[in-house]
């Protein structure tokens, strides 16, 4: 398929920053074949017109549960622990193998409807994420979770070497959309050995590792005592840092002198998440430091349990803005870098390092934004329009490797009318409301 | 006109915050005659299906400087002083009284689109103001904003008496939907003895005072030196705190153990921008030690030069985030308290009281959202939607005062397309540039 957008603004995210107007872009297949001028050999099957549109690669989410859409508003206004163990694992205890493929499809819809072309999962039954990936036309990075310590094959918990199969079986599918990786859940949750073992597997396999790291100063204090290393050493020297891939670890939160160091060094992918530390009063992480250290750090939305929502154009605003505060410095993370953060270096994050700008050759992964709505106006600078006022109901049209998935409020790939019934239906079965509590009735037709 | 909406969830905001479901809310003329179940005697002119609707109080402003939307953009990632000076003041000195008319009219298309129908504003030329709240349907608290220090009648800046006629020529307006305010900017910009003079014909007049108070510890150190009181005390004493109409504050950034108690005391409404905070990089208000205090709390936005838009669903989650991780306390701000800060307080804070709840009897000022988009689903607590999740084109109905301002993405009172040619157009020759210089050319047909 090539299709043409005419006369429409591009921020590219090139090196020089630029930003054309009133340009063209050529996809051709999965590819963009031009930005800027159109060659008139290029002959288009398809126009669309970008006039009043902005274009942009499209957004990567660096971390998140995708299945966890289905607690969504199950568990607010919380502290941590009650949070987890009243609600979440309640909810999880009933979860079924196929309520993951309906809870993640919910969260294809969400993350396509806002731009978001790709993510890193990290779940259970993933092989039904994989399903939703394959279909929805997205790319992602899937990881099975494993936990170490409590007793294993419960609930879509495999062990250890059916989570590993699962990398072997789908690592490279759906054309090199998806790509796997080990997912021990954390330093916390899986003994040494069994770490250890995870680096062995993906030497094996040639793949990476996504796990949780270093996310409170109980946790860090707790690695002391019984390793006597930070959680970020300890995971070090168990080898998931010398893998294949670059490791991605989610959060961060507590991180001390040297582990900068050993982050930076191994070109670790750090996701953050500032939503969710926010809402659950989380320690926020120091990513102004990570950044000046040289740590590649990627933005991500966590899970909708605890996250609320899919929403890559709030978290970046989120994190620029947190952080402007907190350095007393307006001049912190700015447009183009959020930008960035948001798009490359998540992309960068999960494998998918070619995304990620808008450029002849590179992966047509990318999207236009609409600019009519009040809160563009006047338009002095779109791209403070998308950090600072924009929505996911903005988005007029969203592209992945070369496929157009959204198209003004239709999705071309997912039947959203029987997604919402399905994830709506299993999310109040899990919690126990039967189909009469349900506060609203859901249309069917 | 008589309304009916059928088959709704109501988020009533009542003393017991009861949540109906599948409930009808009965409008006629300008109140709500009946929420919950109305009677059949009731025959109505119109009828509007609330199914996966949800209805809430709409939403009110505390503080604003409306026609600064022709400012919105142009000065992003800067440090306050230069933001204001290099920038702010510069676009500002070429603006022309027909300016602040449009500017007020795309600020009225972004808040009524985004379910907010009554603002307090702060600015100049504020006739033209009162004209857009006429015509828009909205409701508004105006202040003619005075710098008693600068040279006068420069650019709308007008003569103490000048700006006190303008209290005089509109309080009451609009069949009661215009109040006013005196208009002092501050005590850093209106020598003690403006402000009495402010007290006294504000008295005369039985109207209240809009000013911005105690933003940054400068400024009270600044206070001490000079006046030996804190803001918040200096102002006390100038009798601007014992209006006949409680006194409306920005921001208190900065408060002393003293100024606690006065604010409380003399039933001082606080507003509270948090977004303008975070991107000046400025000091965040102790909003949860003034709620405990009792000091009157209500949430706004503040002029979008500084906080880029108009959107008090983003507010609330600004305010109800930052401070769950300031506290460390996840259960700080819970949700339906956030609801009242964004609704019932700034309605009270800027004279309309009997706004903010659904309830018959009341102002028929309420707001229907649309639930059918992935991020509400599923739909386990529609008031968590609304403040973690939802945005601006979630909005279906807007009501202020009975009249349908907004259905669907049509406005009803404003020709949005006039609106967006000429705040545009104004907007850049503000700044200088050219038609051709623009990044987008208006569509005007």
Redesign the interface.
Known sequence: MRTLIQDV?VITLDDQNRIL?HAGIAIDGQTICAVGEVPPTFIPEAIISG??MVALPAFFNAHTHTAM??????A?????ER?LNEKIWVAESALEEEDVYWGAA??A??MI?GGIVGFADHYFWMDQVARVVETSGMKANLAWCHFGLKSEQELGRKSFEDTVAFVERWDGAAGGRIFTSMGPHSPYMDSPAVLRRFAEEAQRLGVGVHLHLSESARQVQDSLKQYGKTPVAHVASTGLFDLPRSALVAHCNVLQEADFAILAEKGVHVAHTP?T??????Q?PPILEMLRRKVHVALGTDGPASN????ML?IM??AG??Q??L??????L??MDLLRLATQAPASAIGFSESGVLAPGRPADLILLD?????W??????A??IV??S????IAYVWCNGQLLYQQGEFLTLD?KRI?FE??RR??RM?GKSMHT???T??TE
């Open positions: 603004t107007q006039e009043e859409t289905l607690e969504r508003g199950w607010e206004d919380l502290p941590f949070w919910l969260a819809a969400e409807r939503k530390y926010q809402k659950l009063a989380m926020m609320s929502d899919l929403n709030e605003r989120l803005l947190y402007k505060g350095a007393a410095d307006a001049t912190a700015p447009v600019t009519t709505a009040p809160h106006l006047p338009r002095h600078d779109l403070a329009g600072y006022t929505h996911p109901g903005d959203y919402r994830a709506e999310a109040f919690v349900m506060r609203i859901p249309r």
